[in-house]
């Protein structure tokens, strides 16, 4: 009996970690969420996640063929197939998961950051389909992007470019987990959301449904839930946030020109409440004459996951024609 | 008799025109200056231009034959060829300059911006040779920058990609010329320092040898000057220059991940008194796995100029295989 080849896509949030397996046609099979626990040791992460992957693979088993495992992830280098000292997770400073996931699985393992794989999901499946340039930006737990150049993602000379969240809104601002302050991410993330909604709080007298919220019982969502009951200050927050986010983002499409720029993740499925804002703030400080050029849009996979669909990509490409350094095989490691 | 092959390299800058005849290995021949005079008409520049380059092309015509000419300047549109609102050059909004100068020289013409030529030059004959991601930021008049990525000039999705100097410092700050506020080219072009010297003055009320020195008459040399001469708030004015230009530098590394960043132009020659501050806040405001990976340096081509070398390489480049949408040649127009 003939079997269809299928790949693994793997997108490690901050948060969730997002599973499934992909066909050469961009259909994503048994796809999965689990917590990702950040503050659990990385060996008991790996644990549930193996266990729920041959969970979802068993009942596909039969007919399908596992080829590949393709992953995005926060710091994962591409060159290396290694996570380096990711932000939000606690896994320790070089975690070799292109080898884990070889070792676990016995298939070739391709890994990039998960704002790359996003783009690339874009790119292969998405509204990005035909862009010579654009960018995938990702807010959630923290804030990333993905950079595609002459059809390619930028990785840079040391394989970390699109580093969007850690560029500077003030240089006296807000510390960041970084360990910079005024980063981007300390803004436009999740947390960075609820930060701008109590500094709000604390400075004006408006009333909010909110006031009776802990700053540690806060989420993004109570946030947006609330700007979407009309709130006064949670609308506020999500404006500032937004202007914030824009002017950023100009600042990159003055830099990079990209034909559109997609916007991601938690913070992004807020709808208007963030791309009105936004879309307003870049536009305005963009450079004169690339107003109106830039398009900022939602993804065009909908539901469905780009990090997932784009991490498959990376492995299905790499099958297909070259291999990345960071590329591992069970022949070659 | 045979002759040998030059091009014509010309940098337009808002200040100074430059250009030389450049022999495939890089020697500059017959290089010549002379003021730009933005205020005054096109016709009038060219005039002037094409008499300049006639009279320095005399001399050493009868052992050269002029082969093409590359043309950097501000606004310059890689793809067509045209001038396209140069901020600081009162010409008109779309001046065809390949067809300008096409027509009176009769050769092939190659146009880039002027950072891009800068960038090309550095690449072609000065010390980012072998480099595939840096950038080349030209601090004069305006500030501009050339970005390289994967050893290819970035044009991005409309041509015009590059814009440091129209990237974001201060949504509140100063009014720049191109009618945006907060622009990096409103505080380190030479008008910024000078913009920020009078502010501290306004500001502080330590003794200044420029204190008689009024607004219209202030330049950046004088600036410089007095720093040399230990001058305090002329120093802190280079000292903030230096650290407002060091942050965003630090965002344009956060997102390309360069090699290194070389700073060309008038106030890059102020040696270490901008290179101290910029490298201290870059490196301060780097994310933190890129610390110390980003070198910022001046131009490897010393006192020859890497716009004049690089507007040569780049025409050369397209002699000798393909040809943009924007370079014209005598047959094709």
Chains 1, 2 share one sequence.
């Not at 693994?8 to 948060?15: H, Q, R, S, Y």
């Not at 839930?225 to 914030?244: K, N, V």
Request: net charge neutral; charged share 20%.
């Amino acid at each position: 009996m003939s079997t269809a080849p299928v790949v693994l896509g793997i997108d490690i949030g901050g948060t969730t970690t997002t599973f499934g397996f992909v066909a050469p046609d961009g259909t994503c099979l048994a796809e999965t969420e689990l917590p990702t626990r950040a503050s659990e040791p990385l060996s008991l992460f790996m644990e549930r996640l193996t266990e729920r992957i041959r969970d979802a693979f068993a009942p596909i088993s039969v007919g399908h063929d596992l080829k590949g495992i393709g992953i995005g992830a926060p710091n994962a280098d591409y060159r290396t197939g290694k996570l380096v000292n990711p932000p939000n997770l606690k896994w320790g400073s070089n975690v070799d998961l292109a080898g884990l996931f070889r070792r676990a699985f016995g298939v070739p393992v391709a890994v990039t950051n998960d704002a790359n794989a996003a783009a690339l999901g874009e790119m292969a499946y998405g509204a990005a389909r035909g862009m010579e340039h654009f960018m995938v930006v990702t807010l959630g737990t923290g804030v990333g992007s993905g950079i595609v150049v002459n059809g390619e993602v930028l990785y840079g000379a040391d394989g970390f470019a699109g580093e969007l969240g850690h560029t500077v809104v003030d240089p006296d601002g807000r510390v960041c987990g970084c360990g910079n302050r005024g980063c981007l991410e300390a803004y436009a993330s999740a947390g960075g959301l609820c930060r701008t909604f109590f500094s709000l709080l604390a400075n004006h007298d408006g009333d909010s449904s909110l006031r009776a919220v802990p700053f540690s019982g806060l989420s993004a969502r109570l946030v947006y839930e609330a700007a979407r009951q009309g709130d006064r200050l949670a609308c506020a927050a999500f404006e500032e946030t937004g202007r914030i986010l824009g002017i950023k983002l100009a600042d990159a499409a003055a830099l990079l020109s990209p034909e559109a720029i997609f916007l991601h993740g938690g913070l992004a499925a807020a709808g208007n409440l963030i791309f009105d804002p936004a879309r307003r703030s870049l536009e305005k400080h963009l450079p004169g004459m690339s107003r109106q050029r830039v398009k900022l849009l939602p993804s065009g996979l909908g539901n469905r996951s780009a990090a997932v669909l784009g991490a498959a990509a990376l492995v299905q490409r790499h099958l297909e024609k070259e291999q990345p350094p960071g590329f591992t095989t069970p022949s070659t490691r």
